[in-house]
């Protein structure tokens, strides 16, 4: 494994630069596209929201327990509404583990670099069965599913609809890249690429998400039809800045109008400056 602090480097420089990282064919069209004016310690504060998330849903899902039994006393909140393991094979479920595992140590290194004190402060969040329905119900325009779609059901599932979580962080490509190329060979291409489609309406900011089987001519370097971390022409991983990530997660379109899989919203001083601006 990689030696932990160029792992927190790599992490902190993808913090920090949010704001510079625009792929060749990214067009930035409106203000609601742009990033907020922030310091690199709110950016890493608001991005310690997803990396909290990521770590409590996947260690729950895998192994059925959450950061603290891993870490003890890394950090402090309410525990996750609906948290559920989930039915994988053991060699997935390894896989779902590991990069759960993960994600706690980036955590941790945070406190140890005195960037963050512990307890970590964490959000409510929400990792039931019920959270992700709602956003495949959309995807699927009904009201409810018949029978209600569960992510915790099987791997299929799991990863079509994990990659609302994985799929929009800072630091997650790696995460989101074992993901999809694990369970490329049992996609549910049709659920995959819905859901995409809910992703880049909520986002508001063109196409970015992107299911797991791809045209060839939009593969890479237009040879390949598998999707393992969707990028641009160029192959350059897309960019999500915070009002993006909040309307996505939220699941109300509006970064403002907190619900989804953060039912209380993002904890944090550049989340509290979007809201207290109306920057929607």
Do not use: W
């Amino acid at each position: 494994m990689a030696n932990p602090s160029c792992l927190l480097y790599a992490f902190l420089l993808l913090v920090a630069f949010q704001s510079t990282m625009i792929n060749a064919n990214t067009v930035i069209h409106t203000p609601q596209c742009r990033p907020v004016a922030a310091s690199s310690n709110e950016k890493i504060i608001f991005s310690v929201n997803l990396l909290l998330y990521q770590a409590q849903f996947l260690l729950h899902a895998s192994i059925g327990v959450g950061i603290n039994d891993v870490s003890p006393g890394l950090v402090q909140g309410p525990a996750p509404i609906g948290a559920t393991t989930a039915n994988f094979s053991n060699s997935v479920r390894r896989v779902i583990e590991e990069v759960g595992l993960v994600t706690v140590g980036h955590l941790r290194a945070l406190v140890q670099a005195e960037i963050l004190d512990a307890p970590i402060t964490s959000p409510l969040i929400d990792v039931s069965a019920e959270a992700y329905a709602a956003f495949v119900n959309v995807a699927f325009n009904v009201s409810t599913l018949t029978p209600p779609f569960n992510i915790y059901a099987n791997s299929p599932s799991f990863v079509a609809a994990a990659k609302l979580v994985t799929g929009i962080g800072l630091s997650q490509a790696v995460g989101l890249g074992v993901l999809r190329t694990l369970l490329n060979d049992v996609i549910n291409s049709t659920l995959s690429n819905r859901t995409s489609e809910v992703v880049n309406q909520l986002g508001g900011c063109g196409v970015k998400a992107e299911g797991l089987i791809v045209p060839l001519q939009l593969g890479a370097e237009n040879r390949t039809t598998s999707n393992v971390v969707p990028a641009d022409v160029n192959s350059l991983a897309y960019v999500r800045f915070e009002r993006e990530i909040l309307r996505i997660v939220y699941g109300t379109g509006n970064a403002t109008m907190p619900g989804g899989l953060y039912p209380g919203g993002f904890i944090g001083s550049l989340n509290r400056r979007i809201r207290d601006l109306q920057l929607s």
